[in-house]
């Protein structure tokens, strides 16, 4: 059983930055074979895709964060980081952090995450 726990949420002017934590319950010396990824979902809209640490550290973005946010995983913490940079009001959400085991071709799709945490919010005031 995976548990997984986000913090670092809250509200900041836009421009401003906050880093988003998501550390991981798993078995010893297993987090590194985890795919690690972070989903947002706005009021009345459908989940979406931020961003994806693979468990080989190749990182994905999808295209509206890319060049603000990044996305970085300590194994030996078993944590894994969204700093989040240039904030904008679009970005306003809750935050979920989700894992999945070894390779994900599909990392930018929720469905292909077992395992998710209860969210953070993070509210960006214009």
């Known amino acids: 059983q995976v548990q997984l726990v986000e913090s670092g949420g809250g509200l900041v002017q836009a421009g401003g930055s906050l880093r988003l934590s998501c550390a991981a319950s798993?078995?010893?010396?297993?987090?590194?074979?985890?795919?690690m990824g972070w989903f947002r979902q706005a009021p009345g809209k459908d989940r979406e895709f931020v961003a994806a640490?693979?468990?080989?550290?190749?990182?994905y973005y999808t295209d509206s964060v890319k060049g603000r946010f990044t996305i970085s995983r300590e194994n030996a913490e078993n944590t894994v980081y969204l700093q989040m940079n240039s904030l904008k009001p679009e970005d306003t959400a809750v935050y979920y952090c989700?894992?999945?085991?070894?390779?994900?071709?599909?990392?930018?799709?929720?469905?292909?995450?077992?395992?998710w945490g209860q969210g953070t919010q993070v509210t960006v005031s214009s």
């Open positions: 989700a894992a999945e085991r070894f390779k994900l071709d599909t990392y930018n799709r929720g469905d292909s995450y077992n395992y």
């Open positions: 640490v693979s468990w080989r550290n190749t990182a």
């Open positions: 798993v078995r010893t010396n297993s987090f590194s074979t985890y795919t």
